[in-house]
T-cell receptor
Framework: NAGVMQNPRHLVRRRGQEARLRCSPM?????VYWYRQLPEEGLKFMVY????????ESGMPKERFSAEFPKEGPSILRIQQVVRGDSAAYFC???????????????FGPGTRLTVT | SQKIEQNSEALNIQEGKTATLTCNYT??????LQWYRQDPGRGPVFLLL?????KEKRKERLKVTFDTTLKQSLFHITASQPADSATYLC???????????FGTGTRLKVLA
């Protein structure tokens, strides 16, 4: 049973380009969360999605960032016109129950490390 | 403002000893608290969850306590091994939100 998959693992973009990060949740999981992690900082919640719905995007910047979780296919986190400050590790997590508060918590992917040059 | 504090300095202990990590929080009333392990270059791995009405939870060599009066959780690893070396994160959640608030983590190094 494959875990949460994220790709690419490493992504280099020049300022002004678009970054597209993909996340395939664990089989049977319909709840997806995106987090951002900067060096020496904790994971910061960005957005919570269920299939075809954004439930909570309060942690995501209003401009340039968007997320989706279509009926078919992976969840996508899109960053338009990237700036150097967007350089970070972006983690996706999935859970079976609505908040991952069950005994199994959230399952995290390996992350995508975005570098903006 | 809400704040979660974990020891920012690395914790070094000898193999076989008990490691104790601390998670303190302020201006927050979590309904539950989770502990995760994160290795370099990898995503966090869930270890344990404890609810506000639970004082203690155990899993193999791991033990977590939750004191809502002190606003603190302690995470213990007994009979520590070099393989336990990693960064340990605490995460708090409330019953009215889907968001987890993560601490910055404490790096543990178990010396052989």
């Amino acid at each position: 049973n494959a875990g949460v998959m994220q790709n690419p693992r490493h992504l280099v973009r020049r300022r002004g380009q678009e970054a597209r990060l993909r996340c395939s949740p664990m089989k049977g999981h319909s709840h997806v969360y995106w987090y951002r992690q900067l060096p020496e900082e904790g994971l910061k919640f960005m957005v919570y999605l269920q299939k075809e719905n954004i439930i909570d995007e309060s942690g995501m910047p209003k401009e340039r960032f968007s997320a989706e979780f279509p009926k078919e296919g992976p969840s996508i986190l899109r960053i338009q016109q990237v700036v150097r400050g967007d350089s970070a590790a972006y983690f996706c997590a999935s859970s079976r129950d609505s908040r991952g508060e069950g005994q199994l918590g959230q399952y995290f992917g390996p992350g995508t490390r975005l570098t903006v040059t | 403002s809400q704040k979660i504090e974990q020891n920012s300095e690395a914790l070094n202990i000898q193999e076989g000893k008990t490691a104790t990590l601390t998670c303190n929080y302020t201006n927050y009333s979590p309904a539950y608290l989770q502990w995760y392990r994160q290795d370099p270059g990898r995503g966090p791995v869930f270890l344990l969850l404890i609810r506000e009405n639970e004082k203690e939870k155990r899993k193999e060599r791991l033990k977590v306590t939750f004191d809502t009066t002190l606003k603190q959780s302690l995470f213990h690893i007994t009979a520590s091994q070099p393989a336990d070396s990693a960064t340990y994160l605490c995460a708090l959640g409330t019953s009215g939100t889907y968001k987890y608030i993560f601490g910055t983590g404490t790096r543990l190094k178990v010396l052989a």
